[in-house]
């Protein structure tokens, strides 16, 4: 029984990140967000500057304005976490 108790106290403790290492993590979660996000909008763009097709060009124009506004949004929120500049990998 005392194995088991030690256990889940050593995966407890473990599992608590410090709070540098939490903020650390937000930032670059943060950052992925507006990777993938700008990733989606140039496609979009492309779609739109291509304009083979109406129907595809009218939902690439109202996805890209959705993810504008997500980006706006995200980087108000990176701003209000404190992130530093780009973190690169």
Not at 36 to 60: C, F, H, P, Q, Y
Not at 65 to 88: I, L, P, V
Request: aromatic share 6%.
């Amino acid at each position: 029984m005392k194995g088991w108790r030690a256990a889940c106290w050593s995966l407890i403790l473990l599992g608590i990140p410090a709070a540098g290492r939490a903020e650390f993590d937000q930032c670059r979660l943060i950052d992925q967000v507006l990777n993938r996000l700008g990733n989606a909008m140039a496609i979009n763009r492309l779609i739109i500057a291509e304009g083979k097709d109406s129907t595809a060009v009218a939902a690439a124009s109202d996805a890209l304005a959705e993810q504008n506004e997500s980006y706006r949004r995200t980087k108000r929120q990176r701003a209000k976490a404190g992130c530093d500049g780009w973190q690169r990998d």
